[in-house]
């Protein structure tokens, strides 16, 4: 069972003063039996009461607001954690998908999960679902097809998009990062009519060489009918076992985003974003990202994940 020490400092810069800086955060281990939290640690400039409460996917989230006039919020987390999973994932591979109708039956969330957004390129992905649907049914091989196919198409490429990039552009370009391929993912199962949701956390296979190893990262849940929640990275094209660790779950990247928020002032902003991770056997993988974020309005959202800060 690996353990894991991450940090993850979020940095906002300002060019002149701002106040009433209020923020969302959801940096909390995601609560599930495949998670042991020995230790979070969370340092905010300030130090403001953060009120606690679980959104409508069931992640932990913080709400803050930082009053007093400043040029910099800091948010500094520390975690320890112990994934408890095993590191070889037995997969059900036999359940079909006329099995999918009795087990997501009338639950409102896992209907949301099932309904794909609405896009100009929609016949494109119902081209490529056909593509995904193996011929012996099986849930999960569709799944994995799926992945397959978004890791073989489209290439890694870091900075050419953002938090705003929709579906149709990242089809359009074939490329992007972690993100990205978990929104393609997203929609071309949900067109299969298979219950799918976003996770972001962070990926921490050291030695592997893996995409976004030891940074925020972004992957997929499917669900498979007698099995449940399976986890896919299609960014490394593989099942998740016990070297990811989950920070929230939701429709969509906006459902999980580790910080956003808003502030009043007219200034520009500058992001950075750190996150190391210490191994049992002393190694340490650090990233940095830096990101301009200029407004010109009073209020400005500050989405976490930037271009720079995506893997």
Same mark, same amino acid.
């Given at each position: 069972?690996?353990?894991?020490?991450?940090?993850?400092?979020?940095?906002?810069?300002?060019?002149?003063?701002?106040?009433?800086?209020?923020?969302?955060?959801?940096?909390?281990?995601?609560?599930?039996?495949?998670?042991?939290?020995?230790?979070?640690?969370?340092?905010?400039?300030?130090?403001?009461?953060?009120?606690?409460?679980?959104?409508?996917?069931?992640?932990?989230?913080?709400?803050?607001?930082?009053?007093?006039?400043?040029?910099?919020?800091?948010?500094?987390?520390?975690?320890?954690?112990?994934?408890?999973?095993?590191?070889?994932?037995?997969?059900?591979?036999?359940?079909?998908?006329?099995?999918?109708?009795?087990?997501?039956?009338?639950?409102?969330?896992?209907?949301?999960?099932?309904?794909?957004?609405?896009?100009?390129?929609?016949?494109?992905?119902?081209?490529?679902?056909? !593509?995904?649907?193996?011929?012996?049914?099986?849930?999960?091989?569709?799944?994995?097809?799926?992945?397959?196919?978004?890791?073989?198409?489209?290439?890694?490429?870091?900075?050419?998009?953002?938090?705003?990039?929709?579906?149709?552009?990242?089809?359009?370009?074939?490329?992007?990062?972690?993100?990205?391929?978990?929104?393609?993912?997203?929609?071309?199962?949900?067109?299969?009519?298979?219950?799918?949701?976003?996770?972001?956390?962070?990926?921490?296979?050291?030695?592997?060489?893996?995409?976004?190893?030891?940074?925020?990262?972004?992957?997929?849940?499917? !669900?498979?009918?007698?099995?449940?929640?399976?986890?896919?990275?299609?960014?490394?094209?593989?099942?998740?076992?016990?070297?990811?660790?989950?920070?929230?779950?939701?429709?969509?990247?906006?459902?999980?985003?580790?910080?956003?928020?808003?502030?009043?002032?007219?200034?520009?902003?500058?992001?950075?974003?750190?996150?190391?991770?210490?191994?049992?056997?002393?190694?340490?993988?650090?990233?940095?990202?830096?990101?301009?974020?200029?407004?010109?309005?009073?209020?400005?959202?500050?989405?976490?994940?930037?271009?720079?800060?995506?893997?």
């Amino acid at each position: 069972m690996p353990l894991f020490k991450i940090q993850h400092i979020t940095t906002y810069e300002y060019d002149r003063l701002i106040q009433e800086s209020v923020n969302e955060i959801k940096i909390f281990p995601f609560l599930s039996p495949e998670q042991e939290i020995l230790q979070h640690e969370l340092v905010i400039t300030g130090n403001p009461d953060v009120q606690i409460f679980f959104d409508y996917w069931g992640n932990k989230t913080g709400i803050f607001n930082l009053l007093p006039p400043h040029q910099e919020l800091a948010i500094n987390s520390r975690l320890m954690v112990r994934t408890t999973g095993s590191d070889d994932l037995r997969i059900n591979f036999v359940s079909v998908f006329n099995e999918l109708p009795g087990e997501v039956g009338g639950h409102l969330k896992m209907l949301e999960l099932s309904r794909p957004d609405y896009i100009k390129s929609q016949a494109q992905i119902r081209e490529i679902a056909q !593509w995904m649907h193996p011929a012996d049914d099986s849930v999960a091989i569709a799944i994995k097809n799926c992945s397959d196919y978004i890791f073989r198409e489209f290439s890694y490429i870091s900075g050419i998009t953002n938090v705003e990039t929709t579906i149709d552009e990242i089809l359009e370009q074939k490329a992007g990062v972690c993100q990205d391929f978990a929104h393609i993912m997203l929609q071309i199962l949900r067109t299969l009519k298979i219950p799918s949701r976003y996770v972001s956390g962070y990926i921490c296979p050291h030695k592997s060489g893996l995409r976004g190893e030891g940074a925020t990262h972004a992957w997929v849940e499917a !669900w498979v009918p007698r099995f449940g929640w399976a986890g896919i990275d299609p960014t490394n094209n593989v099942w998740v076992t016990n070297t990811h660790v989950k920070l929230a779950t939701g429709r969509d990247f906006a459902d999980c985003s580790p910080v956003k928020g808003a502030f009043k002032g007219p200034a520009n902003q500058h992001l950075t974003v750190f996150v190391s991770v210490d191994y049992e056997d002393g190694q340490v993988i650090e990233e940095l990202n830096k990101v301009d974020m200029k407004r010109e309005n009073t209020a400005v959202d500050s989405p976490h994940f930037s271009p720079a800060a995506q893997q």
